[in-house]
């Protein structure tokens, strides 16, 4: 975990040295298995750029970076960097924590986004707070008006058949894309994390457009992800 930190190395060592202390006793006190560096850059896109080059365990280049959602991040610029690098690109936007840890609502928008967001999903109730709680995984399809239910819902059953995940159920919502924004809170509204996909444009880059629009439909959310996909994931479990 790298924490980013602007400023100048030279004015800014006993402030570095002080959040990086404070980091690692938070860590200890929590019992989590983290490694964490802090940072100090004069710019947050060139630091993730190198960090995104440059990063492997051992032999084996890391294929995920994630970041804390913060409107003073350039958050098109690192999607496309990490896209650039081979790499799944995530954000994180924790607003109030988690008060249960007992429902996941997944919004599928593409296969790509969809995959990662369902195996995420997974992975999140099978850690030990979560699957304490009995958790469930909603996978939510929106269909456009006119689109058949009934071949929508043959796709999102096999989509299910294939992740061969037994926690989960479904739910086919025909909506307009003006009304998504409304349709996610009233849908989602009770739900302990929310996973959307991060779309792309025409020429297959994520723009300030498209962060504008996630921020709107997980604005009224405590916890969510917000997934891009660099390929297809082969989301079989077991």
Known sequence: ??????GSVDYQVERRQNIEDKTKKHIKEQELDIYTRVIITQSYK????????SESLGNMPLNTMMVDYNENLPLADMANIALDQKKNFIIMR????FTNFQKIDVWWSS?????????????????KKWIENDPLIRLHYVVARNDNYASARDRIKRIIDQSRIENIEYNII????????????????SSDLVIVGLPRNKKNRVDKA??????KLTNKHDVSLIVCAYEQIDFKVN
Not at 174 to 189: D, G
Not at 210 to 215: P, Q, R
């Open 111 to 127: 296969n790509k986004n969809g995959n990662l967001a369902l195996i995420l999903a997974y992975l999140i109730t099978h850690s």
């Open 46 to 53: 060139g630091a993730f750029e190198t960090i995104a080059q």
């Open 94 to 97: 924790n607003q109030s924590g």
């Open 174 to 189: 025909k909506k307009q894309e003006s009304k998504l924004e409304q349709e996610i809170y009233k849908t989602s509204s």
């Open 210 to 215: 498209s962060i504008n629009k996630m921020k």
């Open 1 to 6: 975990m790298y924490i980013l930190q602007k």
